[in-house]
């Protein structure tokens, strides 16, 4: 069993759909990633968090740390959000990042 | 400011050749790190360095070498191609530890070895 499991792997909707993407790990953690990966193959960071919520325009990112869960949600989705969506964690006995495999979203106009 | 930039974009090597992937980055940082990334897998750490003249092992190092002789650049060498390296190669850099801070990403490099 994978530390990281991200669900779904893959998720199709349409614009302007609520979208959620969901991360769960089975390791203690300090701190967890959001990263998206354009279709073109660059990767950004989009969160880093260890507790709580962070807002950034229409992205949304929780952790729920006592039951090793985040969430990704974006509002009002847009065809330009299709991509990857990774989710990596630090341990907190190794400072290197456990990846997901991703979900691939694509939202259709 | 460039970012990180990797090159080449693309190769197709055959079994046995030898060739170095090259990455830089003008942010000043630290940390950099090889990653490869394969079909239906999480991003895999190959070699890592937390500055220059100090590099260590990741999750996949055999059959890759690396050396950090300046704080910009640092270059992944494969030293006998397999087949098995076939993958996309991404390089990334953090001004601290890569799970501490956000990381910053080449574009990649995909190359297969027939």
């Known amino acids: 069993k994978n530390e990281v499991e991200q669900s779904p792997q893959n998720l199709t909707a349409q614009e302007g759909e609520f979208i959620t993407i969901n991360c769960s790990y089975s390791?203690?953690?300090?701190?967890l990633h959001w990263l998206q990966q354009h279709p073109g193959g660059g990767i950004v960071s989009l969160f880093m968090?260890?507790?709580?919520?962070k807002k950034h325009g229409r992205l949304i990112a929780t952790i729920n740390i006592q039951e090793k869960h985040s969430s990704l949600h974006i509002t009002a989705s847009h065809p330009r959000d299709s991509a990857v969506y990774i989710c990596?964690?630090?341990?907190?006995?190794?400072?290197?990042?456990?990846w997901g495999a991703g979900t691939k979203l694509i939202i259709k106009p | 400011n460039a970012g990180v930039t990797q090159t080449p974009k693309f190769q197709v090597l055959k079994t046995g050749q030898s060739m170095t992937l090259q990455c830089a980055q003008d942010m000043n940082h630290e940390y950099m790190s090889w990653y490869r990334q394969d079909p239906g897998m999480g991003l895999r750490l190959i070699h890592y360095s937390v500055g220059a003249g100090i590099t260590d092992q990741g999750e996949v190092p055999n059959g890759y070498n690396v050396s950090r002789s300046t704080t910009e650049d640092f270059p992944l060498r494969l030293l006998s191609a397999a087949p098995s390296q076939t993958s996309v190669y991404f390089c990334?850099?953090?001004?601290?530890?890569?799970?501490?801070?956000?990381?910053?990403f080449g574009p990649g490099t995909r190359l297969t070895v027939l």
């Open positions: 990596a964690v630090r341990g907190d006995s190794n400072y290197q990042l456990i």
């Open positions: 968090l260890s507790s709580g919520k």
């Open positions: 390791v203690g953690i300090s701190a």
């Open positions: 990334a850099s953090s001004f601290g530890l890569a799970g501490y801070n956000e990381q910053f």
